[in-house]
């Protein structure tokens, strides 16, 4: 499939596409989902999205938003005490 960008940022652009009946099917089926584009540096680029779970988590139970949210408060919560810790290290490195 392609497309046009519908919309450009100063960090990326975006482009919309129709989840058809039969691209639900192609993806539930599928092992992995080549996504490509064009870098800042006008240079194309591809990503490979793996499908493995894909059927799975479209057929699911929908994820309950308060769960989505800890979740993600958990994730951040890492991210913050890893970015920390290697500051401290570089801090410790300087010295």
């Known amino acids: 499939m392609t497309g046009p960008y519908v919309i450009c940022f100063q960090n990326g652009c975006m482009a919309d ?3 058809s009946g039969e691209l639900v099917g192609k993806l539930k ?5 080549v996504v490509q584009g064009i870098n800042g540096s006008g240079q194309p680029i591809s990503l490979v999205l793996p499908l493995t779970d894909f059927g799975k ?4 139970p929908p994820t309950d938003p308060q769960v989505f949210e800890a979740q993600q408060k ?3 919560d890492e991210l913050q005490k890893r970015a920390e810790d290697a500051r401290r290290r570089l801090e410790g490195q300087a010295k």
């Open 74 to 76: 958990k994730l951040q």
């Open 29 to 33: 089926k599928g092992q992995g989902l």
């Open 57 to 60: 988590a479209y057929d699911g």
């Open 17 to 19: 596409y129709e989840a």
